[in-house]
């Protein structure tokens, strides 16, 4: 089974940027799909970002489209979150995710592997 370890996480005022990396270790990332969710103080976690093992399906939050790009590293077995124009409405515990399957999904119970989290907070 892979393990995730997730970092990036910070402080950051609003319209600005972070990357967050998510180094998987175990097994190689590119043979799963890796999602990014997020978990706000109070709510439920919540799908961010997904792409499937090949690369050719991306799905995005409607929350964040346009402002967030999943992509991955096969050589660094690393999957990024590159998260710009940042809002208050951002700041989350985000959480990296693995999914043995050639099919991308939106659905955290989907997702069998998860990393610590990371803390974003951005202040307006």
């Known amino acids: 089974q892979v393990q995730l370890v997730e970092s990036g996480g910070g402080l950051v005022q609003a319209g600005g940027s972070l990357r967050l990396s998510c180094v998987a270790s175990g097994r190689a990332v590119s043979s799963y799909t890796m999602g990014w969710f997020r978990q706000a103080p109070g709510k439920e976690r919540e799908f961010v970002a997904v792409l499937s093992r090949s690369g050719a399906t991306i799905y995005y939050a409607d929350s964040v489209k346009g402002r967030f790009t999943i992509s991955r590293d096969n050589a660094k077995n690393t999957v990024y979150l590159q998260m710009n124009s940042l809002k208050p409405e951002d700041t989350a515990v985000y959480y990296c995710?693995?999914?043995?399957?050639?099919?991308?999904?939106?659905?955290?119970?989907?997702?069998?592997?998860w990393g610590q989290g990371t803390q974003v907070t951005v202040s307006s």
């Open positions: 995710a693995a999914r043995y399957s050639s099919l991308a999904s939106t659905s955290r119970t989907d997702f069998a592997s």
